[in-house]
């Protein structure tokens, strides 16, 4: 499938066409599609209204989606994914959930976290958050704490990183999570230092930290905007607790 899409051009609305019309697999897809529809629409906590009006049709209409009586067009769908905060692929099925990431701790952007007292601590993260698609089995996420990478980020963002960490020569250049010799870690921009082993680390708008020995390094896989944070920190707690109840 993939195959007949424009190298280097990853086209979303190419993307669902293809596999929504695959023959009976694409039946297969829509026919999930419609069946996930409620599921994700409670887990958002958003009405049948609420999702009519972004999608532009009646509530009726987006009632007879959910139980299977009208199949929903290409770019409903799209509408769809994008009001419920769920990737296409995970709602037609071609993609399973992902997989909760923890947020195991704070990195610091302005001032510095002391890893001595705030250790990555998988057993009991902060929270935990659910990103927009898969990620490696080594991911893990840290909250921002500061302003100095603002306006890249923002206090209260979240990072996903790699807890293996990355090769340093790949991040020179590069915003990365680092931890320091010094047991501090930060959120900066990595540029080669005044001698081997050395790196500056820079920040937008606070000054740079100059010839600093690394003892850890991460790329920054992808970051969740604070404003988005406690909707997916709310919405995981919501999942959590309706399977708990649904054990009982």
């Known amino acids: ?41 409670e887990q958002a906590e958003v009405s049948q209204e609420q999702l009519a009006d972004a999608v532009g049709i009646s509530v009726s209409q987006i009632s007879r989606i959910e139980r299977d009586e009208r199949e929903p067009r290409l770019d409903e769908i799209m509408k769809i994914s994008h009001r419920l905060g769920v990737a296409v692929a995970i709602l037609i099925g071609e993609e399973d959930e992902p997989d909760p990431v ?87 921009r990595v540029i080669e230092g005044s001698r081997r082993g050395l790196f500056n680390l820079e920040s937008h708008n606070a000054p740079a930290m100059r010839d600093v020995k690394v003892t850890w390094v991460s790329e920054v896989i992808t970051v969740v905007r604070a404003s988005q944070v406690r909707r997916i920190k709310d919405h ?6 309706r399977q708990v109840r649904a054990a009982l």
């Not at 935990?128 to 704490?145: R, V």
């Not at 960490?165 to 680092?178: L, P």
Request: aromatic share 10%.
């Open 102 to 188: 923890p947020v195991v701790g704070r990195i610091g952007a302005g001032g510095s976290i002391d890893t001595s007292t705030e250790q990555f601590d998988l057993a009991s993260p902060l929270y935990e958050i659910e990103p927009p698609f898969s990620l490696p089995d080594d991911a893990l996420a840290l909250e921002i704490y500061g302003e100095s990478m603002w306006p890249r980020y923002d206090h209260g963002d979240v990072i996903i990183v790699s807890m293996h960490g990355s090769d340093i020569k790949s991040v020179i250049g590069f915003e990365a999570a680092v931890a320091t010799e010094e047991g501090k870690r930060y959120l900066k």
């Open 236 to 241: 995981a707690r919501r999942k959590i607790q």
């Open 1 to 41: 499938m993939f195959a007949d899409l424009p190298y280097g051009k990853f086209n979303v609305k190419r993307f669902c066409q293809l596999a929504l019309d695959s023959g009976a697999a694409g039946r297969d897809r829509r026919h999930m599609a419609r069946t996930r529809i409620r599921e994700f629409r």
